[in-house]
């Protein structure tokens, strides 16, 4: 390899580790940044006709493609967000940030485990009705887990609060932990999509514009969320 090409390696070695370090550190992911990734593993798939795994086992991968195909369906206009490559993008991002592979590996291990446990088998294995129960039930309890935080912090305001400090409001949902997980899963896979040419093509994308700042645009966000059956309020 010479010596121009190991730099250029580096170079986007480095790029990417700074973008997956980035998600965990401000919770964002811009488009630019997220084309990038695109990018590095479309190129990938064109060189060698597949991806090589980087971050999960081929269980967490398998389940991690399941839940993108649930989280945005392909429809009659475009493919899902599997189709789109959200299970490589989180994949490759994972491989470059430990703290958010061990979100991934342990919310995979949680789903997959809470899915045994009430239907008797794991979730790729499950029935559909099945599936999307159980992300039905995690979104609920998501939603359950923010009003139970915004009415701690209303409480805590109150000065006779430091007598009690020692004790919380209400115990954590049982399934918050796996609704913490969920957020993360499908918000890295709604911007996967749309940062997608097949998701970008989705929007109806007329490209060529000059802008100041490369984000996911709100609208489309909002959009991908309506789109899918697990959109929270």
């Given at each position: 390899?010479?010596?121009?090409?190991?730099?250029?390696?580096?170079?986007?070695?480095?790029?990417?580790?700074?973008?997956?370090?980035?998600?965990?550190?401000?919770?964002t992911?811009?488009?630019?940044?997220?084309?990038?990734?695109?990018?590095?593993?479309?190129?990938?798939?064109?060189?060698?006709?597949?991806?090589?795994?980087?971050?999960?086992?081929?269980?967490?991968?398998?389940?991690?493609?399941?839940?993108?195909?649930?989280?945005?369906?392909?429809?009659?206009?475009?493919?899902s967000?599997?189709?789109?490559?959200?299970?490589?993008?989180?994949?490759?991002?994972?491989?470059?940030?430990?703290?958010?592979?061990?979100?991934?590996?342990?919310?995979?291990?949680?789903?997959?485990?809470?899915?045994?446990?009430?239907?008797?088998?794991?979730?790729?294995?499950?029935?559909?009705?099945?599936?999307?129960?159980?992300?039905?039930?995690?979104?609920?309890?998501?939603?359950?887990?923010?009003?139970?935080?915004?009415e701690?912090?209303?409480?805590?305001?109150?000065?006779?609060?430091?007598?009690?400090?020692?004790?919380?409001v209400?115990?954590?949902?049982?399934?918050?932990?796996?609704?913490?997980?969920?957020?993360?899963?499908?918000?890295?896979?709604?911007?996967?999509?749309?940062?997608?040419?097949?998701?970008?093509?989705?929007?109806?994308?007329?490209?060529?514009?000059?802008?100041?700042?490369?984000?996911?645009?709100?609208?489309?966000?909002?959009?991908?969320?309506?789109?899918?059956?697990?959109?929270?309020?």
């Amino acid at each position: 390899m010479s010596n121009f090409v190991a730099l250029e390696t580096m170079d986007r070695r480095a790029l990417l580790r700074g973008i997956a370090l980035a998600i965990t550190a401000t919770g964002t992911l811009d488009a630019q940044a997220a084309q990038h990734v695109h990018t590095e593993t479309s190129a990938e798939k064109s060189k060698t006709g597949s991806y090589k795994l980087k971050a999960f086992t081929t269980g967490e991968f398998k389940l991690l493609e399941r839940l993108a195909e649930l989280i945005v369906p392909a429809d009659k206009v475009s493919g899902s967000a599997k189709d789109a490559g959200a299970p490589e993008f989180i994949d490759t991002l994972s491989s470059q940030n430990e703290e958010l592979a061990d979100i991934f590996h342990g919310g995979l291990a949680w789903l997959d485990a809470e899915m045994r446990k009430r239907y008797s088998t794991g979730f790729v294995a499950a029935e559909p009705g099945a599936q999307t129960a159980m992300l039905d039930l995690l979104v609920e309890a998501g939603r359950s887990e923010a009003e139970r935080r915004s009415e701690e912090l209303v409480y805590q305001k109150a000065p006779i609060y430091q007598e009690f400090s020692n004790y919380t409001v209400k115990r954590e949902n049982e399934l918050a932990v796996g609704a913490r997980f969920f957020d993360w899963v499908r918000k890295m896979t709604v911007d996967a999509f749309y940062t997608s040419p097949i998701g970008i093509k989705d929007l109806g994308y007329l490209g060529n514009k000059a802008v100041s700042k490369y984000e996911v645009p709100k609208e489309a966000l909002e959009y991908a969320l309506k789109r899918s059956p697990f959109a929270q309020d």
